[in-house]
Each structure stands twice: as C-alpha cells, then as structure tokens.
C-alpha cells in the first residue's frame, strides 16, 4: 500500500506564476488534508477535503490560494500570483473513515518563488 | 480543542528511553491525545494515540495520568533516527479533524 504521494517535490516558480500541487491519497482513505510550513515556524492547518467537497477552509488565504478533491485523480491545492512570501513546504496528509483521525502525510513540496 | 504545553527542547543519550511531558489541563471528556512528530525536513509521522487507558505500539507507549490532565510518551530505547520534533496535540473524535501543531518538543539524541 503505497503512502500519501505529493508532487513535485521542488517546485520554482517566478513571482506572479501559478503553482500547483498535487497530492495522492492512501488507497481507502477519502479525506486530505493540505498544511503549510513557512520557513523556522511550524505547521499550519490550511483545508480539509473530502471526494467534491471542501469541508473546512479556515485556514486557507481568502485570495489566490484554492483547492479541490475531484471525484477521479489527485487533490490539488492552486496557488494563483505567487509571491516571496508564499516560499514554503506544504505538506498533504490523508486519513481514513472516522473513528480516529490518524492522518498520514506525504513528503511535502517545497515552494521557492524567486 | 484543548490547548498543549510541552517543553521546547530534551536531550536524551542513544540507547536510553526518551520520557516526553505534555500537559493538556483543559482537555474534555470525548478529547483523544495525539503525538506526531517530524523529523527534520520529512512529513510529520503518525507515533500514538489514546483516550484514558495507557497505549503501547511498535514505537512508542503513551501513559495518560488518570485526571487526563497530562501525558508522557515514551521512547523506551531512542536511536539517533528518533531526533525530531515531537508534537502532542488533543482532538476530539468527531467532526474537527484539522490538526492544530503547537511548537512541540524539540528532542535531541545524543550518542
């Protein structure tokens, strides 16, 4: 069973560039979960997915930054006008059904905006 | 959620057990205990969990006081791959999933 797989790994972008990251659930597991981790600082909760729905956005950016979990394929999380500041690792993790949220995370993907 | 306090940093020697504190004064009655941890520059892992009753894994045991009001997990023989940061975090099993990372402890295998 292969993990949670996020790609790419490195990814540079100019500013004003899109960046965009995907992200491959465990098999069975129907929930994804995107956070952020700024350079020497720790991680931040950004958006809870579930198959076509997002289910908590609270810690998303209200501009340029969005996600979704279609039905087929990966979870995307899009970044629109890339600034300096958007420099970071971002990290999927996914978890199965409820009771317990165990959620296991990817490699991440390292932002560099020049 | 209830909020954690946890000691920003340990040492402990390779090949001893690594005792790391949490106190989680405000948790509620339906409120699991969580650790995870991050090794540096890697995803965070998935170490333990547990309601009330103590736990044991392949990796690690979790000993929760009987008030719930704090916890420690244990390492019962650290190896220089267990230098990490090591996060407790407290959750409810229902609908709030998002992980909240407070600063965690910062442990330090020593050879």
């Known amino acids: 069973n292969a993990g949670v797989m996020q790609n790419p790994r490195h990814l540079v972008r100019r500013r004003g560039q899109e960046a965009r990251l995907r992200c491959s659930p465990m098999?069975?597991?129907?929930?994804v979960y995107w956070y952020r981790q700024l350079p020497e600082e720790g991680l931040k909760f950004m958006v809870y997915?579930?198959?076509?729905?997002?289910?908590?956005e609270s810690g998303m950016p209200k501009e340029r930054f969005s996600a979704e979990f279609p039905k087929e394929g990966p979870s995307i999380l899009r970044i629109q006008q890339v600034v300096r500041g958007d420099s970071a690792a971002y990290f999927c993790?996914?978890?199965?059904?409820?009771?317990?949220?165990?959620?296991?995370f990817g490699a991440g993907t390292r932002l560099s905006v020049l | 959620d209830a909020k954690t306090t946890q000691p920003p940093s340990m040492d402990c020697a390779e090949g001893r057990a690594a005792n790391l504190p949490c106190n989680h004064s405000?948790?509620?009655?339906?409120?699991?205990v969580y650790w995870y941890r991050q090794i540096h520059s890697q995803g965070p892992q998935y170490i333990i969990h547990?309601?009330?009753?103590?736990e044991t894994n392949e990796m690690a045991s979790l000993i929760i006081t009987e008030d719930r009001k704090s916890s420690t997990l244990i390492l019962p023989h650290a190896t220089l791959r267990d230098t990490a940061v090591y996060y407790c975090?407290?959750?409810?099993?229902?609908?709030?999933?998002?992980?909240?990372w407070g600063l965690g402890t910062s442990l330090a295998v020593n050879p």
């Open positions: 547990g309601l009330k009753n103590n």
């Open positions: 993790a996914s978890s199965p059904p409820l009771p317990f949220n165990i959620q296991y």
């Open positions: 098999k069975g597991h129907s929930h």
């Open positions: 975090i407290v959750l409810n099993a229902g609908n709030n999933r998002k992980l909240i």
């Open positions: 405000t948790i509620s009655g339906n409120e699991y």
């Open positions: 997915l579930q198959k076509e729905n997002i289910i908590d």
